[in-house]
């Protein structure tokens, strides 16, 4: 029976009122900046697939390497990071009711320290003072002024951070005896992840700051290098947890399903949440100064976030064949037809969880030792992190954007849009098939990755690399084909779409799922779990590097 | 049954010759991670001997202070610097790592905690900060090498691990006091 409209606004007043309108402002403006920073990281990235194949000529006043930064920082650090500002930001707004005024207040004060930090950055990218590429360690040295402007980044991403803890804790006291919104664990799984995460670059960054300024002679550059990595590779799987997120509690529900047993999910978020910071070991497997039976014993550490991610791919497909067969697949594989694979908002997902596998098991082989050194700093890295990040990742990002920003911008997803949706997956997979694809089979040919000109006076081996590189300029020409359209369809559907109500698509548990017991709400708990096996990780090496430590580096400027 | 088993496996790995090996190369791995696993192999096991003696542990261990007694002194022991070294030099004092950590402090532990009262938990607690704390400014502080099978590097790398330890214990004590337990009940 259809409710009253006085019940509806008891019982379901979001389904009347829609998004809180300010709470919409603030994830919009994060996505705006997010897509703007992926056009501008999008042309860059065509412009070094280009000169890489070399088929142009970069003018002199812009370098490989200035490209190469800004490509990598705009997408790895600024794109990800504002979308999943935004679009967890909106998770929280729904989940919770809406933002507390302070929390919202820190989420803006959060998006002006990371613009005027982001500024900065670019800046001094621009002026060619800074193509210390996007892991930007030493010995390397930029301006001051980078170092800065990352410091403001982290500052903004702490502001976002604290904002998610106040708002959690404020609906945790007001709700005794209920466990949080499954929307609002995985958001404070994401930034209690970021929080612990930047600790170790912040660390770093205020080291390379009187470095570069010429305060300190030098700096001990394993540490640095190791502090990098505690980040950098968390920010993968901060990523990681983000497109989770959608795969769990969306997807789901897009296909006419239910979600996997709620318990099994958070059970998912606290064992990233928990095992993820020494996996940055694996990026540092042939760096000297880490000793062998340290670098041993980390593989179990690397190797360990394979479990979480195994129980997600067994509970994807178990909520995949569950849906199809209900809604009559028959066979073995007969569920699989009846997927929506028509319905972007699945597809683009979908076509990111199955790189996942191709991902994951390139990810298998740089955490191996022996493989690592086949590979290490060839383009097969670049072809994994662009399958990784640049599917698996991003193309679940933007298969969220076609209900995400209708919702907010209180619009509508059109037929039309939705083709053109599809369109831009199938391209996007192509594209990346075609690139990544070709890094991969160059890497294991050796064609070095970081490196402007790779023709080594026209030597055989590397002539037999060119192939490859004219594959990758296909591939990076139909991505940014892709790019424009993704673009196109954000802004389209942002101010220009018609007006009207977008389901914001939350999977409900099965109906006989045993309730989610209340110690997966101990954060205390999991955080210091978390530093446990930090400490576990780092004391050891990080002692050995500062007690036997080499006499540093001075700051080395090579362009 | 099913933990018991688990246990005796973890034990069995733990006594492989390669494993023990590796894991007795590195000073903090010895202290901090092959000691507390067999401590742990033992508190798994402990299932397998409440069910076969009760009468013994109910005899001697009916309120849990004897046996929470006995696991402080075994770990403490296994503390000091010479007692490691030794595990390494003397076959003999590695047999007993073997025995008296799983069983005399693994096994009473399991069967002690959930007898103590909160105070006597309370003061366990305390006194393994107390004493990561002190191990941390020993380890750290000392000029000599401790230790005839390690370097003074390793020694200083343990007193950092140790410091470490106490701070999330403290870390993990503060949200005790500071967050309502209830709520997770």
């Known amino acids: 029976m259809e409710q009253s409209l006085r019940e509806t606004i008891h019982e379901n007043p979001k389904k009347i009122l829609g998004v809180n309108s300010q709470d919409a402002k603030v994830s919009l403006s994060y996505l705006t900046v997010a897509f703007v920073s992926l056009l501008i990281g999008g042309i860059l990235g065509l412009v070094q697939g280009l000169e890489r194949a070399g088929l142009i000529q970069l003018p002199s006043w812009l370098n490989y390497y200035q490209v190469l930064t800004a490509h990598g920082l705009l997408l790895l650090v600024v794109f990800t990071a504002t979308f999943s500002i935004g679009y967890l930001y909106a998770n929280l707004s729904h989940a919770l009711g809406g933002l507390l005024p302070k929390v919202r207040k820190l989420a803006w004060t959060g998006f002006v320290l990371m613009i005027i930090g982001v500024a900065m950055v670019v800046t001094m990218i621009v002026l060619n003072e800074a193509s210390v590429l996007y892991t930007f360690y030493p010995p390397l040295a930029a301006h001051p002024i980078f170092y800065i402007g990352l410091v403001f980044v982290v500052l903004g991403i702490w502001a976002c951070c604290f904002g998610v803890f106040i708002n959690y804790r404020h609906w945790r006291k007001n709700h005794p005896g209920e466990v949080t919104p499954i929307l609002a664990f995985f958001t404070m799984g994401v930034f209690v992840l970021w929080f612990f995460a930047s600790l170790g670059v912040t660390i770093e960054v205020f080291t390379l700051i009187p470095w570069s300024m010429g305060l300190v002679e030098t700096t001990n550059v394993m540490v640095a290098r190791t502090l990098f990595w505690w980040f950098g590779h968390t920010l993968v799987n901060i990523w990681y947890l983000v497109a989770i997120s959608a795969w769990y509690v969306f997807v789901p529900r897009i296909i006419g399903g239910r979600h996997f047993s709620d318990k099994l999910i958070r059970l998912v978020v606290i064992l990233v949440v928990i095992l993820n910071i020494p996996g940055g070991f694996h990026h540092q497997i042939i760096d000297p100064a880490i000793s062998q039976s340290i670098k041993f014993l980390h593989v179990f550490m690397s190797l360990s976030i394979a479990v979480p991610s195994l129980m997600t791919a067994f509970a994807m497909f178990v909520v995949f064949e569950r849906t199809g067969r209900r809604l009559g697949g028959k066979g073995l594989l007969g569920w699989l037809k009846k997927l929506p694979w028509g319905d972007v908002r699945f597809l683009a997902p979908m076509i990111a969880m199955i790189s996942f596998i191709f991902g994951g098991a390139g990810g298998i082989v740089n955490t191996s030792n022996q493989l690592n050194q086949v590979i290490h700093n060839t383009m097969w890295v670049v072809g994994h992190f662009h399958i990784t990040v640049g599917v698996s990742v991003v193309l679940t990002f933007f298969g969220i954007c076609y209900w995400l920003i209708p919702h907010l911008s209180k619009r509508k997803l059109t037929p039309k849009m939705n083709k053109i949706g599809i369109i831009q997956t199938l391209i996007w997979t192509v594209g990346m098939i075609i690139m990544s694809g070709s890094m991969h089979i160059v890497g294991l040919l050796g064609d070095p990755r970081r490196t402007s000109d790779t023709t080594y006076g026209g030597h055989e081996a590397a002539a037999s690399w060119v192939p490859f590189e004219m594959l990758f300029a296909v591939g990076a020409t139909l991505l940014l084909i892709g790019v424009i359209i993704q673009v196109y369809a954000v802004f389209n559907m942002m101010f220009f779409a018609p007006k009207g109500n977008t389901e914001y698509p939350v999977a409900e548990p099965e109906d006989d799922e045993t309730p989610t017991p209340m110690w997966t709400e101990r954060w205390g708990l999991w955080i210091v779990l978390l530093l446990m096996v930090v400490a576990m990780a780092y004391v050891v090496p990080i002692v050995d590097m500062l007690l036997n430590a080499p006499p540093g580096s001075p700051p080395i400027r090579t362009w | ?185």
Not at chain 2, 53 to 60: G, I, R, S, T, V
Not at chain 2, 141 to 168: D, H, M, P, R
């Open chain 2, 1 to 185: 049954m099913k933990l018991a088993k688990y246990g005796l496996v973890l034990y069995i790995f733990l006594a492989l010759p390669p494993v023990a090996n590796l894991l007795e190369s590195i000073m903090i791995v010895h202290m901090h991670m092959q000691m507390p696993l067999l401590v742990a192999s033992g508190f798994l096991m402990a299932g397998f001997f409440q069910l076969k003696f009760p009468n013994f542990l109910e005899k001697w261990n009916s309120n849990g202070i004897p046996g929470i007694i006995l696991f402080v002194i075994i770990w403490s022991y296994w503390m000091l610097p010479r007692a490691m070294d030794e595990a390494i030099t003397l076959q003999v004092v590695e047999l007993f790592k073997f025995i008296s950590l799983p069983f005399l402090a693994g096994v009473p532990l399991r069967d002690s905690w959930k007898k103590l009262s909160s105070i006597g938990k309370d003061i366990v607690y305390l006194y393994f900060i107390i004493m990561f704390i002190v191990m941390a400014w020993i380890y750290i502080g000392s000029e000599s090498q401790l230790c005839n099978n390690y370097l003074l590097v390793e020694q200083k790398t343990l007193g950092w691990g140790s410091l470490a330890i106490a701070a999330c214990m403290i870390i993990y004590l503060l949200q005790l006091i500071f967050i309502d337990q209830s709520e997770f009940e």
